[in-house]
């Protein structure tokens, strides 16, 4: 089966958010990467994009990062 248009993944959005977390180290990349993947599987399952942001912001609180 076919993923939706708006589903389909682009390589600009995995390597700009890596590129950015590698600046710090690569322990943090790799977590992102992760956490990305976990993100992306939220937004996919509920098919709203509500469902990624929401996730990021409760990991962000409650590890303190922002």
């Known amino acids: 089966m076919e993923a939706a ?4 993944p682009t390589r600009r959005d995995h390597d700009l958010p890596w590129a950015a977390h590698a600046s710090w180290s690569l322990l943090n990349a ?10 992306g599987s939220a ?7 509500w469902a990624g942001i929401l996730a990021h912001a409760l990991y962000n609180r409650a590890t303190a990062i922002g």
Do not use: E, K, N
């Open 5 to 8: 248009r708006w589903a389909r």
């Open 30 to 39: 790799v977590r992102a990467t992760f956490s990305g993947i976990g993100y």
């Open 43 to 49: 937004t996919l399952l509920t098919r709203s994009l």
